[in-house]
Nanobody
Framework: VQLQASGGGLVQAGGSLRLSCAAS????????MGWFRQAPGKEREFVAAISWKSGSSTTYADSVKGRFTISRDNAKNAVYLQMNSLKPEDTAVYYC?????????????????WGKGTQVTVSS
């Protein structure tokens, strides 16, 4: 199984980025997907999650609610994270993760597979 995150970069506060995560080696549609992030010196934290199959359910960390949107495209084996109104405190390495179970998975322990991460840096 491979999860490859991309789309990170350097952006000014208030700007936008769209992260992508390409999955291979798994039956993508039966995996719940999530985005997590880890800032220097901090633990990895939950950002957003989407349920398996149609992705009808989503949930977000309070810190990104209303600014970030998670979505999935099963035909492309991909999950996305649209990040708007970025803040310096959003600076972190962003990871996508997969869990083969229904519902939403919001804990690091609940995930089965992890990608390598992509750096997002928001300047003030």
């Amino acid at each position: 199984v491979q999860l490859q995150a991309s789309g990170g970069g350097l952006v000014q506060a208030g700007g936008s980025l769209r992260l992508s995560c390409a999955a291979s080696g798994l039956t993508f549609s039966v995996y719940a997907m999530g985005w997590f992030r880890q800032a220097p010196g901090k633990e990895r934290e939950f950002v957003a999650a989407i349920s398996w199959k149609s992705g009808s359910s989503t949930t977000y960390a309070d810190s990104v609610k209303g600014r970030f949107t998670i979505s999935r495209d099963n035909a492309k084996n991909a999950v996305y994270l649209q990040m708007n109104s970025l803040k310096p405190e959003d600076t972190a390495v962003y990871y996508c993760a997969a869990a083969r179970r229904p519902g939403l998975v919001v804990t690091t322990d609940g995930m089965d597979f992890w990608g390598k991460g992509t750096q997002v840096t928001v300047s003030s």
